[in-house]
């Protein structure tokens, strides 16, 4: 086969990482992520066969059929999602699972699902695509909406949002970050080290909803979001088969070092912002509630947490490659019920 | 006194006590002295949904000729709750027998029974110096006080305390001397009963005494169930228990590593949930709960008929709406499980009927959801599930395991792609891929919104059309695939009883009751599975009269048969029978004989 034009590392064109036309509206925040993803993926040379994408319901939940063409998708149920991924983990370790979600379906319906991913520590990356309302359902507020803001019909919200990261780094997430769709330079690399992470990766992505939150007044809307984001770095991903590498000194002050050997770099840093302090990520959130002020970039990076099939002592070899006979028991255990009944 | 008519190894014996008193082993060594004596026995738990301090029952039924439904009526009550004395009297005839507690006598307001009072309490301080364990040696007592009384052999009591305690020597000689103590004081003070008497047959010989839900693990773990997603309750907790001990001490790798994976989820919406999601990945899910479960499982049970993944879901039934009578049995989720979700969904459902089956049947659900990429039940019920049911050992299953209808790289790679819901083989059941699958031509979305099939978003009137009557010609083609009812009689009568699940001993006597004591004969169908076999529908068009028996209030397998079979409706004849005790021969009877106009 002659490849024409550019192509990754295994010899893809970024074509192949490309999905089905988007049906959202024109300038959704959800489709500059979904390019983000789609570079992300053609930049570390992803396998798409060993990939799966899943999502749960809402307009986010439809971006899966958006991207990675050459992958297996589900878009399942409402807030469900989570529990899906659970199940893809458990069939098959080797699989590499990109979850996307909204704001309603993990802060809301599916909040019980997403805290216990979280405890188990799914092997994933967890992408909230947060504007604050419903969209499929016409606008009505979310759960990570802030106190005060309104909606076009002029309804205020009274109630405080749900911080997903400060909860997620409580639960234990060793991955936390937070961006902005309208940043690629910080996503993409962003999205580049979640998958170089074993483990439960969250990404709370502010994605402006262009129909519904996308007005004055609104605090998810793209102008207040670009006035008031607050980058705590910019990044700069490695990875592990990247020769540049060999320069990086393991124990590097600001550089995240990834499960599978690639390293993440935060450069020009405005103040002295160390990750992987946990307390110091649950403060710098703490302070940033009812402010105007959205940080953004890596919130937390933990290690030493087994993932839920390490945990779970799992053989190595996916339950779904098991060949019958594999599967198939033996007669022993019949053999000791029977006498064990007589 | 009045006269009774004596009874040879045909008797009914409840014992009274308080949950969480440790009786529970008691009753099962009393129960299996029996057993070993070679007399077919049963046994059923009557427990409260409580841990400790409330009212719990065990009722024995011992029958030579093997009739062990429950029976309505008592021969011998034991009384050692004060709790439920009083009413435990109301269920003594004339000239049946009560043992009781000798602190508790005062209560006794009855003086046209057999009374035999035994100072239990006071004895197991004699026996038992711990005082922490006499709540439960007690129990003991009156096993030994029983035993000389309609005479258990010592030596099966024996090997049953051994049975129960084969990894507690200790234990094992606690129980003995205390049954030794109480069969000692009984010889000592009371005299053998003259109207109800064991002597050792040979009706048990190679026979096992199984609880359907250890049954049913055994079955799903032959068919290579290796995700196992649930949400602890009653009455199904002890399947999904029994199947995780069994994948732990048979499912290792050589080096020590699980070939399986467990999770206890956050509620039953991500018990199944996970299964979904464990099964479109390519292992092999399951989940057990009961109804309150299956109803939080609603809209995942949609999906998994809607997109057509393999899922496998145990109900085992408990009384209900809500939370019911949660420890009482009951057959009131067909219906629900049948159309469980929204829309036009319905659901293949198996229906065993007895322990073996409940083993054949956790095998076959497994092939089975894989063969029809679907969800479908397995409807067992708290009688069944939790009770003590004597059979023969189990077969190995011959049948291999399937993956159903999976396409391989090569495959893929052959035929240069595939159409997710394409029905090519006539049948309904499309071809699927799994993710990891290493072909360009492998991956597809799934959705639970309409889809073409190529699996792609429609909203088209045409498209949904072809694919939810594709749909239903597969539930049609699971009509050839499920196991086939069971048929009992000549076939050529013209009345019949149907019936399905644990109401099977009981519909078994009372043919024998109706027929022996009434001339009316039947035929007997036992439906084990939904939808409907072809024979199943020729049974019920061939009969003038049909019984259908059932646990539930309305008549759920009724509505069923009526709606799919209108034509039939009216031959249709219910007899239901749902206050939460384990159906009994004599409430069939009576409801067929009033059904008679006799």
């Known amino acids: ?342 | 006194m009045v006269s009774k008519v004596k009874k040879i190894n045909d008797i009914v014996i409840e014992v009274a006590t308080e949950n969480g008193s440790g009786s529970q082993s008691a009753n099962n060594i009393l129960m299996r002295s029996i057993f070993y004596m070679g007399i077919p026995v049963s046994g059923k738990n009557l427990f409260p949904s409580n841990i400790q301090g409330l009212p719990t029952w065990f009722s024995i039924r011992v029958n030579e000729e093997g009739w062990v439904a429950r029976k309505d009526e008592v021969d011998i009550m034991v009384c050692m709750n004060e709790k439920s004395v009083v009413d435990d009297l109301k269920k003594l005839s004339v000239g049946d027998t009560l043992i009781i507690e000798d602190s508790l006598k005062s209560l006794i307001n009855r003086d046209d029974i057999n009374i035999i009072i035994v100072p239990f309490e006071e004895m197991v301080k004699e026996i038992c110096p711990n005082a922490r364990l006499r709540r439960m040696v007690v129990n003991l007592l009156y096993v030994g006080v029983i035993a000389h009384f309609i005479g258990i052999d010592e030596k099966t009591i024996v090997q049953a305390i051994q049975k129960q305690f084969s990894k507690k020597p200790e234990a094992a000689k606690l129980n003995t001397d205390a049954v030794k103590f109480g069969l000692e004081w009984a010889v000592k003070n009371i005299k053998p009963s003259e109207l109800y008497q064991l002597n050792t047959v040979n009706k048990t010989a190679g026979k096992m005494l199984v609880e359907g839900n250890e049954a049913v693990a055994l079955g799903l773990f032959y068919g290579g169930a290796n995700v196992v997603a649930w949400y602890p309750i009653t009455p199904s907790s002890s399947t999904m228990e029994s199947l995780i001990r069994y994948l732990k001490k048979y499912k290792k790798s050589a080096d020590g590593k699980n070939e399986f994976c467990v999770v206890q989820a956050e509620d039953e919406l991500a018990a199944f949930g996970v299964v979904t999601g464990a099964s479109w990945a390519g292992a092999r899910g399951v989940t057990a709960t009961s109804g309150p479960g299956t109803s939080l499982m609603a809209e995942g049970a949609g999906l998994a008929y809607f997109a057509e993944i393999p899922a496998v879901i145990v109900d085992v039934q408990r009384m209900g709406p809500s939370t019911g009578l949660p420890t009482r049995t009951n057959q009131g989720d067909i219906l629900a499980c049948y159309y469980l979700s929204h829309g036009d969904t319905k659901h293949v459902l198996l229906i065993p009927g007895t322990p073996e089956e409940c083993y054949e049947f956790g095998f076959e659900v497994m092939n089975l959801a894989q063969e029809l990429q679907t969800v479908i039940f397995l409807m067992s019920d708290l009688d069944l599930g939790m009770n003590n049911w004597m059979c023969d050992p189990f077969k190995p299953i011959t049948k291999e395991i399937s993956k159903g209808k999976l396409l391989s790289k090569e495959q893929l790679e052959t035929n240069k792609g595939f159409k997710r819901y394409a029905d090519v083989d006539g049948d309904g059941i499309p071809y699927r891929t799994l993710p990891g699958v290493e072909s360009d031509y492998a991956a597809y979305f799934t959705r639970g919104t309409g889809h073409r099939e190529d699996a792609t978003y429609t909203e088209s009137s045409v498209d949904w059309l072809k694919n939810i009557d594709r749909l239903k010609r597969k539930h049609d083609t699971a009509r050839k695939m499920v196991p086939e009812s069971i048929f009992i009689g000549t076939g050529k009568q013209r009345r019949a009883i149907v019936a399905y699940g644990s109401s099977d001993p009981a519909v078994m006597e009372a043919l024998f009751i109706l027929s022996k004591t009434h001339g009316l004969e039947f035929d007997y169908m036992r439906i084990r599975a939904l939808p409907t076999t072809e024979k199943t529908n020729e049974f019920i068009k061939n009969h003038e009269v049909v019984c259908f028996v059932e646990q539930n209030r309305d008549g759920q397998m009724i509505a069923i048969i009526r709606s799919e079979k209108p034509e039939d409706a009216l031959k249709i004849k219910p007899i239901l029978h749902y206050d939460g005790m384990s159906i009994s021969a004599s409430a069939i009877v009576k409801q067929i004989l009033k059904a008679e106009g006799r």
């Open chain 1, 1 to 342: 086969m002659i490849t024409v034009g550019k192509t990754n590392r295994i010899g893809k064109p970024i074509d192949d990482y490309k999905g089905g036309a988007s049906t959202l509206c024109k300038g959704c925040g959800h489709d500059s992520i979904t390019s983000s993803i789609i570079k992300a993926c053609y930049e570390l040379g992803i396998d798409s066969h060993h990939l799966v994408k899943l999502s749960g319901i809402g307009c986010s939940s439809k971006t899966p059929a958006y991207f990675l063409k050459y992958s297996h998708g589900f878009n399942s149920l409402h807030g469900r999602m989570p529990t899906i991924a659970t199940g893809v983990g458990m069939a098959n370790r080797k699989l590499k699972t990109i979850g996307v979600s909204g704001d309603g379906d993990t802060a809301s319906i599916g909040m019980g699902h997403f805290v216990h991913l979280i405890r188990r520590n799914i092997p994933m990356v967890y992408i909230v695509e947060n504007n604050g309302v419903y969209g499929l359902t016409k606008g009505q507020f979310s759960a990570t909406a802030d106190d005060g803001s309104f909606l076009k019909t002029g309804e205020i919200n009274h109630q405080p949002p749900i911080d997903l990261c400060a909860l997620a780094i409580q639960l234990g997430c060793q991955f936390v970050a937070r961006s902005f769709s309208g940043d690629p330079k910080q996503l993409v690399p962003m999205l580049e080290a979640a998958m170089a992470h074993d483990g439960m990766a969250l990404i709370d992505i502010t994605s402006p909803c262009i129909t519904f939150n996308d007005h004055e007044g609104s605090t998810k809307s793209n102008k207040y979001t670009r006035e008031h984001r607050q980058p705590l770095h910019d990044l700069d991903f490695i990875p592990y088969y990247d020769e540049t590498l060999a320069d990086y000194k393991d124990g590097e002050k600001f550089s995240l070092k990834m499960s599978d050997g690639s390293v993440l770099k935060l450069l020009k840093l405005d103040k002295d912002y160390d990750p992987t302090n946990k307390l110091a990520a649950l403060s710098l959130l703490s302070d940033m509630e009812g402010s105007n002020t959205i940080v953004t970039g890596i919130i937390f990076k933990g290690e030493g947490k087994k993932t839920f099939q390490a945990a779970e002592n799992m053989i190595e070899k996916p339950l779904s490659d098991l060949s019958i006979n594999e599967i198939k028991p033996g007669t022993q255990a019949l053999l000791d019920f029977n006498s064990g009944h007589q």
